[in-house]
């Protein structure tokens, strides 16, 4: 037996998703082996349908194709920006599938943890005890998540960005890349924080900040 699923998105950060499972197949354990259908992607570029070729995997079609999916076919969204993947998610929840999480087996994830569908966690990730994180949450290689903190769903955390202990991101927060947000703040729906930058103060909702300390 097998849990089959399905990627949502060609580009890079769709065939890292397809890496961390061959990882979590390799790594085998308790859990079924997780089969990859293939990819779907409505305007995939040459470029990108090559490198899915060159994975083994197969292109399956526009993603209205998961219309069509075989009863107990899982999704995971393949797309590392929060908006685009929120818009994603809106629109494969039409189709009834549930969402696979996935898991390196280099992360780790600490006592405690609630999370819901469609987690991504990339290698070298480390959660740390009592955090809670919504859907389709993804948390890039080497991002930190401290003590208590709150990720509501399609929060994407960069490589290597440190979300303290106590924090609250809301729906569809970003951030970037080595950033900091120091502990207790608060970033509100949808706002971004630029790569390198330090949250010292909370960040309202929509709005992008950057720099040290974050404006
Ligand atoms: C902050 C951010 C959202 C701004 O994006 P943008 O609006 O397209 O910004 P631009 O590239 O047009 O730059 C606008 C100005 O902000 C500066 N800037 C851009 N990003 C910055 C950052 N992270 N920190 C400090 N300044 C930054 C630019 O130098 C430019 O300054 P100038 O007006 O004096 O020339 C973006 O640069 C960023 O950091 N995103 C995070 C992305 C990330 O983590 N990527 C990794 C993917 S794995």
């Given at each position: 037996?097998?849990?089959?699923?399905?990627?949502?998105?060609?580009?890079?950060?769709?065939?890292?998703?397809?890496?961390?499972?061959?990882?979590?197949?390799?790594?085998?354990?308790?859990?079924?082996?997780?089969?990859?259908?293939?990819?779907?992607?409505?305007?995939?570029?040459?470029?990108?349908?090559?490198?899915?070729?060159?994975?083994?995997?197969?292109?399956?079609?526009?993603i209205d194709w998961l219309r069509t999916a075989p009863a107990g076919t899982h999704v995971l969204l393949g797309v590392g920006h929060p908006a685009v993947r929120q818009r994603l998610g809106?629109?494969?929840?039409?189709?009834?599938?549930?969402?696979?999480s996935v898991v390196h087996p280099d992360a780790t994830l600490g006592r405690d943890l609630v999370h819901g569908e469609g987690l991504v966690v990339f290698p070298g990730a480390r959660v740390t005890t009592n955090v809670t994180l919504g859907r389709h949450v993804h948390l890039n290689q080497n991002a930190t998540?401290?003590?208590?903190?709150?990720?509501?769903?399609?929060?994407?955390?960069?490589?290597?960005?440190?979300?303290?202990?106590?924090?609250?991101?809301?729906?569809?927060?970003?951030?970037?890349?080595?950033?900091?947000?120091?502990?207790?703040?608060?970033?509100?729906?949808?706002?971004t924080v630029g790569a390198s930058a330090c949250v010292v103060r909370d960040v309202p909702g929509g709005t992008v900040v950057k720099g040290v300390p974050a404006r």
């Open positions: 037996m097998s849990t089959d699923v399905v990627i949502v998105g060609c580009s890079g950060h769709g065939r890292e998703v397809f890496s961390i499972i061959q990882a979590v197949n390799q790594a085998g354990g308790d859990r079924e082996p997780v089969r990859v259908l293939g990819f779907v992607d409505d305007a995939p570029s040459e470029r990108n349908l090559k490198l899915v070729q060159r994975l083994d995997a197969a292109y399956l079609g526009r809106r629109r494969v929840g039409d189709y009834r599938l549930p969402a696979l998540v401290g003590h208590d903190s709150l990720l509501d769903d399609y929060v994407s955390v960069n490589p290597s960005a440190a979300v303290s202990g106590d924090c609250h991101l809301a729906e569809a927060v970003l951030v970037g890349t080595c950033a900091a947000v120091l502990q207790g703040r608060r970033v509100g729906a949808g706002a």
